[in-house]
């Protein structure tokens, strides 16, 4: 049985020309990576291929060739999900009786809207590694599916859901992602320069990896607990062995942890750490985190062992706004993680949103005070949107500003503008950005941004005399804006 793994191309489309999406293709997909890997150990014959930048015509030419018993799409991503939906459509079409299963967040919360309106056999809902090993267990023995948690599928009697499978228990049982399917140099690497002995971080050999799953806080805007429903860690040794099988035998020097708080547990933090350098480990790391869960002992072990930057998921510098999407955290806590951060050596990010509830001229110069106070290395700025399983989604849903039809558009997830409109969003948005850069005494990128905005035209000798470098500098505005 012949198993086909894929990442669809980008499909989407913004509401309006003010919008904008930032989009990631720093890294492969790990959910496809541990998966194949997965069915892989099994001893299925897999194959996973990233298809985020291909065309249609190569799609089609892929799954022509492949000739697969069983396609797995990824739609983990809500703005992407066309993507998936215009390739499971494609796949049914060449072949009516291949399997088309998908999975994903989005998949996960929206999977009776997707089987009633698009062509796919089998939904895997939340952690998709034992749930797809099951159910093609099931498939190659011709078995029911009836007996398969964790999935909704489709049969001659209609459409049924089973019973949820529990989340992953042990996360050191998995084996480490199979990223040998995926070609690493057609991937871009946005974390800005970071100079250590004397080199450049950013052109080292990079691999992504997560460890741990999940999140316990519940945010207004996220959907992250809803997915994973609870929080594991894989254990100190399980995530160095993996670091030092790529380091050794990949020679890979940078690392990026795709953990969404990746310092919740210290001790394990500082462990983790510890076994880096006594392994004599050479490399770099960055991860993102919370500001309520650094310390000053933590940090220092996290310099020492080889981390170069934290993005922090500050969000807002407004007590109020913080409060209204039950962020959880306080400024007093915020300025404090960026102090002992810097104090440690280590760059840190701000990652902030606009246009959260309660969002108004008096936050948004708050949050312009705070970063003057904190001053990050770096910011990255986002318009609020809102996405399923979110408690925003649903109180969009009451005041009837959404309905769940919405996602059988193309579009992307919908900016939130029950309190104020793109227009003054983007107003805001670019408040803070002006702010920092000024601050930042990066004064060219300030007029790059204006040009950027398309605040002012330039005159056509302006022009003429801008255009050598403005083309260089133009091709790095959006990471200039809005890196990772």
Request: charged content about 25%; glycine content about 4%.
């Given at each position: 049985?012949?198993?086909?793994l894929?990442?669809?191309?980008?499909?989407?489309?913004?509401?309006?020309?003010?919008?904008?999406?930032?989009?990631?293709k720093?890294?492969?997909?790990?959910?496809?990576?541990?998966?194949?890997?997965?069915l892989?150990?099994?001893?299925y014959?897999?194959?996973a291929i990233?298809l985020?930048?291909?065309?249609?015509?190569?799609?089609?030419?892929?799954l022509k060739r492949?000739?697969?018993?069983?396609?797995?799409?990824?739609?983990?991503l809500?703005?992407?999900?066309?993507?998936?939906f215009?390739l499971?459509?494609?796949?049914?079409r060449?072949?009516?009786?291949?399997?088309?299963?998908?999975?994903g967040?989005?998949?996960t919360?929206?999977?009776?809207?997707?089987?009633?309106?698009?062509?796919?056999?089998?939904?895997?809902?939340?952690?998709?590694?034992?749930?797809?090993?099951?159910?093609?267990?099931?498939i190659?023995?011709?078995?029911?599916?009836?007996?398969?948690?964790g999935?909704?599928?489709?049969?001659?009697?209609?459409?049924?859901?089973?019973?949820d499978?529990p989340?992953?228990?042990?996360l050191?049982?998995?084996?480490?992602?199979?990223?040998?399917?995926?070609?690493?140099?057609?991937?871009?690497?946005y974390?800005?320069?970071?100079?250590?002995?004397?080199?450049?971080?950013?052109k080292?050999?990079s691999?992504?990896?997560?460890?741990?799953?999940?999140?316990?806080?519940r945010?207004?805007?996220?959907?992250?607990?809803?997915?994973?429903?609870?929080?594991?860690?894989?254990?100190?040794?399980?995530?160095?062995?993996?670091?030092?099988y790529?380091?050794?035998?990949?020679?890979?020097?940078?690392?990026?942890?795709?953990?969404?708080?990746?310092?919740?547990?210290?001790a394990?933090?500082?462990?983790?750490?510890?076994?880096?350098?006594r392994?004599?480990?050479?490399?770099?790391?960055?991860c993102?985190?919370?500001?309520?869960?650094?310390?000053?002992?933590?940090?220092?072990?996290?310099?020492?062992?080889?981390?170069?930057?934290?993005?922090?998921?500050?969000?807002?510098?407004?007590?109020?706004?913080?409060?209204?999407?039950?962020?959880?955290?306080?400024?007093?806590q915020?300025?404090?993680?960026?102090?002992?951060?810097?104090?440690?050596?280590?760059?840190?990010?701000?990652?902030?949103?606009?246009?959260?509830?309660?969002?108004s001229?008096?936050?948004?110069?708050?949050t312009?005070?705070?970063i003057?106070?904190?001053?990050?290395?770096?910011?990255?700025?986002?318009?609020?949107?809102?996405?399923?399983?979110?408690?925003?989604?649903e109180?969009?849903?009451?005041?009837?500003?959404?309905?769940?039809s919405?996602?059988?558009?193309?579009?992307?997830?919908?900016?939130?503008?029950?309190?104020?409109?793109v227009?003054?969003l983007?107003?805001?948005e670019?408040r803070?950005?002006?702010?920092?850069?000024i601050?930042?005494?990066?004064?060219?990128?300030?007029?790059?941004?204006?040009?950027?905005?398309?605040?002012?035209?330039?005159?056509r000798?302006?022009?003429?005399?801008?255009?050598?470098?403005?083309?260089?500098?133009?091709?790095?505005?959006?990471n200039?804006?809005?890196t990772?």
């Open positions: 049985m012949r198993i086909l894929l990442n669809p191309p980008m499909l989407y489309r913004v509401n309006n020309e003010s919008e904008r999406l930032y989009v990631d720093s890294y492969p997909p790990l959910g496809l990576g541990y998966i194949a890997a997965t892989e150990e099994a001893g014959q897999v194959k990233d985020i930048d291909a065309k249609w015509e190569e799609v089609e030419s892929i492949e000739s697969p018993d069983i396609v797995g799409l990824s739609c983990n809500t703005d992407f999900r066309w993507g998936a215009k499971a459509i494609l796949a049914k060449l072949d009516p009786n291949v399997k088309v299963v998908m999975g967040s989005h998949a919360h929206m999977y009776e809207q997707i089987m009633e309106n698009f062509p796919v056999d089998v939904i895997v809902r939340f952690e998709g590694e034992m749930t797809f090993l099951d159910l093609v267990n099931h190659d023995k011709a078995s029911d599916l009836v007996d398969v948690k999935i909704v599928y489709r049969c001659k009697n209609g459409v049924f859901k089973n019973a499978r989340p992953i228990e042990d050191d049982s998995l084996p480490f992602p199979a990223l040998r399917f995926f070609d690493f140099e057609r991937y871009v690497h974390s800005s320069p970071v100079r250590v002995k004397g080199k450049n971080v950013a080292f050999k691999r992504n990896i997560m460890a741990s799953r999940g999140c316990p806080y945010c207004q805007y996220c959907s992250i607990a809803a997915f994973w429903r609870s929080c594991k860690f894989r254990s100190v040794t399980n995530v160095v062995d993996e670091l030092e790529l380091h050794k035998n990949e020679g890979v020097v940078h690392f990026n942890f795709f953990d969404d708080a990746f310092t919740l547990n210290e394990r933090v500082i462990e983790i750490c510890k076994e880096i350098i392994r004599q480990l050479e490399i770099f790391w960055e993102v985190t919370r500001v309520d869960f650094v310390s000053t002992q933590m940090l220092m072990w996290m310099k020492k062992a080889g981390c170069v930057s934290i993005s922090f998921g500050v969000e807002s510098g407004s007590p109020a706004v913080l409060k209204a999407v039950n962020k959880r955290q306080t400024v007093t915020i300025i404090s993680a960026f102090r002992m951060t810097h104090e440690a050596g280590i760059r840190a990010y701000v990652l902030l949103m606009v246009g959260n509830p309660g969002e001229e008096k936050s948004i110069n708050e312009i005070d705070l003057r106070l904190v001053k990050p290395d770096k910011i990255r700025t986002t318009l609020t949107r809102v996405y399923p399983a979110t408690e925003l989604y109180g969009c849903k009451m005041k009837g500003l959404i309905r769940d919405y996602w059988l558009s193309d579009k992307a997830a919908p900016i939130y503008t029950a309190e104020s409109n227009k003054q983007k107003r805001w670019d803070i950005i002006f702010s920092y850069l601050q930042r005494r990066q004064l060219s990128r300030v007029f790059l941004t204006i040009l950027y905005r398309g605040l002012f035209t330039p005159t000798h302006a022009m003429e005399r801008l255009t050598p470098r403005m083309n260089a500098y133009m091709e790095r505005i959006d200039i804006l809005h990772s």
